[in-house]
């Protein structure tokens, strides 16, 4: 990183054609000119800031690059859905979710009314029938804790890389 951005970053407010001026007779940018009321700082304290702030922008990169590879993960398992282990998965993306509770409450009604249970459909197209609501509430309460406990997981695993502060406590992630 160049003295000029360095300085521009540590004294955002610092005006770089007057306050600051810089300059650089072929050995190096040095200050020339400092202006500002705060000390001006020593090549030992530029040096450290350089330092850090090259840190900061790797855990910054690497945490994107976290993140980008647990939403692959989560986009894998959007697309695998919930197997249910009875030959079928059910989906578990939001408007999925949304589907089963709309159909789950027609089923009570219909239950109620001694009408038909409605059926299923699975992410494969086949036809999930149930003969009374209680099966149907005991799937739907399997694939409830199954999606949640996911998603809980996933939603660990993002906080924690948001929370990390050094990239070697990411490699666990």
Do not use: C
């Amino acid at each position: 990183m160049n003295l000029a951005a360095i300085i521009a970053i540590k004294y955002p407010s610092a005006d770089l054609q007057s306050e600051v001026i810089l300059q650089d007779d072929g050995a190096g940018a040095y200050i020339k000119i400092w202006n500002l009321p705060e000390p001006q700082p020593m090549i030992i304290e530029i040096n450290q800031w350089a330092i850090d702030l090259e840190t900061q922008h790797n855990l910054a990169q690497t945490k994107s690059e976290k993140l980008k590879q647990i939403d692959s993960e989560w986009a894998s398992i959007e697309k695998a859905g919930w197997d249910s282990g009875l030959g079928y998965s059910l989906g578990i993306v939001s408007t999925d979710v949304a589907l089963l509770a709309g159909v789950y409450l027609l089923a009570k009604e219909a239950s109620a009314l001694g009408l038909p249970i409605p059926d299923l459909i699975s992410m494969d197209n086949s036809i999930i029938s149930f003969t009374t609501l209680t099966d149907m509430t005991m799937l739907l309460l399997h694939y409830g804790a199954a999606r949640s406990a996911v998603a809980g997981s996933f939603a660990t695993r993002r906080k924690a890389v948001e929370a990390a502060l050094t990239i070697e406590s990411l490699t666990g992630i």
